[in-house]
Nanobody, 125 residues
Framework: QVQLVESGGGSVQAGGSLRLSCSAS????????MGWFRQTPGKEREGVAC???????TYADSVQGRFTISQDNAKNTLYLQMNSLKPEDTDTYYC???????????????????WGQGTQVTVSS
């Protein structure tokens, strides 16, 4: 089992920045894709950003150029730097981990092994 715990969410005005962190513990492994998705109950999940062990990254069109995903394998931590935030970025953000050997691709967020409890991000206009 792997436990993922997100932190760093909060409230910010439009144009501001937040940095989300995700700490992994338990039977962790590094040779898999990790990412952030966001979801509101009743709405479709959106894959925000993904990174894999080949260094590939993918971003949703809606956040391209504003968000940056990174990871520190030594600390088992995943990050999401969010700049130029917009009210439409308001959502619950989840950290996720794929199967060993998994890579980032267009619909990476539909096949996940683990995800956290989520952290709320609220952007006011």
């Amino acid at each position: 089992q792997v436990q993922l715990v997100e932190s760093g969410g909060g409230s910010v005005q439009a144009g501001g920045s937040l940095r989300l962190s995700c700490s992994a513990s338990g039977n962790t492994y590094n040779n898999a894709r990790m990412g952030w998705f966001r979801q509101t109950p009743g709405k479709e999940r959106e894959g925000v950003a993904c990174i894999d062990n080949r260094g590939n990254t993918t971003y949703a069109d809606s956040v391209q150029g504003r968000f940056t995903i990174s990871q520190d394998n030594a600390k088992n931590t995943l990050y999401l730097q969010m700049n130029s935030l917009k009210p439409e970025d308001t959502d619950t953000y989840y950290c996720a981990l794929g199967r060993p050997g998994s890579l980032c691709y267009s619909f990476w967020y539909r096949r996940l092994e683990y995800w956290g409890q989520g952290t709320q991000v609220t952007v006011s206009s």
